[in-house]
């Protein structure tokens, strides 16, 4: 019985990774406008807290958070687009000062015929590559109209959900039950996103900082991309580090603009990842670092880039569900740090 049951578990793991990765096209713009509706709901629940003892009505607070989420996305991709193409544009100059780096390091160590940069990336320029960024970034905005549609009716579904799920548990243990589960969800991830963000953006602000005091080239950019950076696990603070330092690299002729650069970056990048957040976190998304790069390669296997940003709000949202139910709480278990997870619902509990 539990050899049918594990191969049952695993047919429906199998048949689940290939919906995802066989209905990504359908799939993303759906999972990108559930993303937006929720940052601006949350955003609204903000302005909505009372400030002064003057309390902003709902329609006012979404229509002011729509508003700013609005500016920020644009602000962002003129930032972006334009910085692209600049960087793209001085690609030629960046490898000229490549290529004479390697010369001197193939000098240094002996090497009479030192390799160019195209054999080095296997004839792949910096140009092209930057090119392909470009046309990703162009797909991306490509998808915002549905993006957009789909974020619009989330907003009018919110209005009846609550409503719907009373109708779909009418009795009151299931329903205590999947408003807890609901309830815990919004919360850790409220949590997560609030801390992130905050963390991010003040990372950003001093690797800017950084960056325009040694006068990187496109220092703007380079903080925007740190800023993003942050939200994917491991990998994300590894990037924000690397990029900028190589740009340094390849922009001057000597080496202390880009030692300054990375260490200097460096150091605020592990210092925010690795001693501020988990003593601002806590242990209150308890997942195991195991599972956390785990699922980081398995969903940007899935959903690339996105998938990256995504995967650990989607473990989060995981566990708890998984927590909630006698058959999966084993697994949540397992997804844990500590093996602590969310309580059982006592049926009939409110």
Not at 28 to 34: C, S, T
Request: proline share 4%.
């Amino acid at each position: 019985m539990t050899l049918q049951r594990a191969a049952l578990w695993a047919i429906v793991v199998a048949a689940t990774v290939y919906l995802l990765v066989a209905g990504r096209g359908l799939l993303l713009p759906f999972v990108l406008g559930l993303t937006l509706w929720y940052m601006i709901d949350a955003l609204a629940d903000v302005f909505e807290t009372p400030w002064l003892g003057i309390r902003m009505p709902r329609p006012v607070a979404l229509l002011v958070a729509i508003l700013l989420m609005g500016g920020l996305v644009w602000i962002l991709g003129r930032t972006i687009r334009f910085n692209i193409a600049a960087v793209a544009a001085a690609a030629p100059t960046y490898e000229v000062h490549l290529q004479r780096l390697i010369d001197r390091g193939a000098a240094l160590v002996g090497v009479e015929q030192a390799p160019t940069v195209d054999q080095l990336f296997d004839q792949i320029s910096l140009a092209a590559t930057l090119g392909g960024l470009a046309t990703a970034v162009a797909s991306v905005v490509s998808v915002a109209g549905i993006v957009l549609i789909y974020a619009g009716f989330l907003f009018v579904e919110q209005v009846q959900f609550r409503r719907k799920l009373a109708i779909l548990f009418s009795r009151s243990a299931q329903q205590a039950r999947v408003l807890s589960v609901l309830h815990q969800i919004d919360r850790d991830i409220r949590r997560y996103a609030r801390i992130k963000t905050t963390l991010a953006a003040i990372t950003s602000a001093l690797a800017y900082a950084v960056m325009a005091w040694v006068g990187v080239d496109f220092a703007g950019f380079w903080a925007v991309m740190v800023f993003f950076f942050y939200y994917i696990p491991t990998i994300g603070s590894i990037l924000a580090i690397a990029a900028p330092a190589l740009l340094t690299l390849v922009q001057f002729d000597h080496a202390t603009p880009f030692l300054i650069v990375l260490f200097v970056i460096g150091t605020i990048q592990i210092v925010m990842a690795n001693v501020i957040e988990p003593a601002i976190m806590g242990r209150s998304l308890n997942l195991s670092p195991l599972v956390v790069i785990v699922s980081l390669m398995v969903w940007g296997a899935i959903w690339g880039v996105i998938g990256m940003f995504l995967c650990m709000p989607i473990m989060v949202v995981l566990m708890i569900v998984f927590a909630h139910f006698e058959t999966t709480r084993p697994v949540a278990v397992l997804l844990s740090a500590d093996g602590r997870v969310p309580e059982l619902e006592e049926p009939g509990k409110q």
